[in-house]
């Protein structure tokens, strides 16, 4: 039952097979037993149970219900949950609890799905291992010793390891991508704007998107289509209509015209990656597909692009976090440090209610963003950024002339080990090389299994298709799950 998909746990819930209660009681003491990985920041089994039970009596009167009634559903600890706590993975906001549900949370209720815990994440999601957080690391199901990257880590964690059969998480620069890729699940990033943001605590407002983590495309498809749509209370959500992802999905594509990005070949990746990902493009040919190569040629400058805007927007973001309308505040800010003697004691209580707060990977962010904002260096960091970022998303526009669908690795490398890139942040940033530029560009990008490396741990073939057209990149993507089995194979095997 514990890597059963959300619709095998549908059908059986609807055949009287088993129950909500029985679903959730079992993912519990999984959960209870697995605490190693660190999955779960906060997991109230009454709460839980209560409402399943409520489905499970609705179920048993016939009445209505919604498309993921029973089913558990694993958040990440960036959004909000009415009375639950939300803390982003920080000391910043330990004990928050929101007075009101965000908008993907209030549509899960309404899908009557059941929401199963909060998962561990990079603190504000800024990471991509999920090891800056307050709460310590998530253990990569797949290899302990190994991150489930980030900086959505938990969620993917929780699905791979069969602790929730369905997750949400949040990408900013591949956050939901990448970790998916290194722990061999599917993971969906949509167009900005086809989800709504509201009740999603800001990291970069123009960068961050919700979005599904699941076994398969079927259950993505399913979730997906739950949590999109029009938000009138947020201004970046697109009115425009939601199809139905599920009931197209094994519909054949009008066209298999893939283009392999040129750039996403280069330095720095791992040659087992590229060559699962070159017979991934090579099941396309035998499906009948036209293959293209494609060049971004301004995909090279996406991190120095990225790690100036998104910084710039979490300065800014995080600006309300001083320790006075919430959010930690010190206990102690009467030390006077040299030349401070003249601060006013509210100042010092924001600079140490601050430091305390925030880890250090926030705390670099904040200043690198500061310093690109700051007077006389706007224009030759901050707005040169978005020149470039206007650039790489022309690229894609460009490229969607000619294909249909963009193809490539999700991330350079297999899943890395714990500590080895926290000391290098360059080398951490560059986990990210493959993903960040759909950030920019604001394009849905997905992943999905592509195959496994000799030391056993999971390959992600990265898709991405143009603007509001995750319809046409869920049933591409369906072309090569139909063909392989690599979506089948879980922890623990070959």
């Not at 489905?55 to 919604?66: F, K, N, Q, S, T």
């Not at 526009?397 to 899943?415: M, W």
Request: hydrophobic share 40%; with cysteine.
């Amino acid at each position: 039952m514990s890597h059963d998909t959300a619709a095998a746990l549908l059908a059986r819930m609807n055949a009287g097979e088993t129950t909500s209660e029985e679903i959730v009681a079992s993912l519990l003491d999984r959960a209870g037993r697995d605490q190693r990985l660190n999955v779960f920041v906060h997991l109230d089994a009454d709460r839980i149970l209560e409402q399943a039970r409520d489905v499970d009596r609705r179920r048993r009167a016939g009445e209505p219900l919604g498309p993921l009634a029973g089913v558990p559903v694993a958040i990440k600890d960036v959004l909000c949950v009415q009375g639950e706590p939300t803390t982003c993975g920080s000391r910043m906001l330990k004990g928050f609890r929101p007075p009101y549900d965000a908008t993907v949370i209030a549509r899960l209720r309404a899908a009557d799905a059941i929401l199963f815990g909060k998962t561990n994440m990079d603190e504000f999601a800024m990471g991509s291992s999920t090891e800056n957080s307050a709460y310590g690391p998530t253990l990569n199901p797949w290899d302990e010793s190994r991150v489930p990257g980030g900086s959505s880590g938990g969620s993917a964690a929780a699905v791979a390891a069969g602790l929730a059969p369905l997750s949400l998480g949040s990408d900013t620069g591949g956050s939901i991508r990448q970790p998916a890729a290194v722990c061999g699940v599917v993971g969906l990033k949509p167009t900005y704007g086809r989800v709504s943001r509201y009740g999603l605590i800001a990291f970069a407002s123009s960068l961050d998107q919700v979005g599904p983590f699941a076994h398969d495309l079927a259950d993505t498809a399913l979730l997906l289509k739950v949590i999109s749509g029009h938000d009138p209370r947020y201004s970046t959500s697109v009115d425009a209509p939601v199809p139905d992802y599920a009931a197209t999905l094994d519909k054949p594509p009008e066209s298999l015209r893939i283009g392999v990005v040129r750039e996403f070949f280069g330095e720095g990746l791992d040659p087992e990656v590229g060559a699962a990902v070159q017979e991934a493009v090579k099941v396309y040919e035998k499906a009948g597909a036209t293959i293209k190569e494609v060049s971004l040629p301004h995909s090279r400058y996406g991190v120095p692009a990225y790690y100036i805007v998104a910084p710039a927007e979490c300065s800014s973001n995080l600006a309300r976090y001083d320790g006075t309308t919430y959010g930690h505040r010190a206990e102690d800010y009467s030390a006077k440090y040299p030349g401070e003697e003249k601060i006013a004691d509210m100042v010092r209580m924001m600079m140490v209610s601050r430091a305390e707060g925030f880890g250090p990977e926030v705390k670099r962010r904040i200043m690198l963003g500061t310093f690109a904002l700051s007077a006389g260096y706007a224009d030759q960091y901050y707005n040169k950024a978005l020149q470039v970022r206007r650039k790489i998303r022309g690229d894609f526009d460009a490229a969607f002339r000619e294909v249909d669908v963009l193809i490539g690795p999700t991330s350079p490398t297999p899943a890395f080990k714990l500590g080895e890139r926290t000391a290098n942040t360059l080398s951490m940033y560059l986990s990210d090389i493959d993903t960040i530029t759909a950030n920019l560009a604001g394009i849905p990008g997905l992943s999905i299994p592509c195959g496994l490396t000799r030391a056993n741990l999971p390959i992600g073939l990265q898709l991405l298709a143009a603007p509001f057209a995750e319809e046409t990149l869920l049933r591409t993507a369906r072309v090569f799950e139909r063909q392989t089995d690599w979506h089948t194979r879980r922890p623990g095997t070959r």
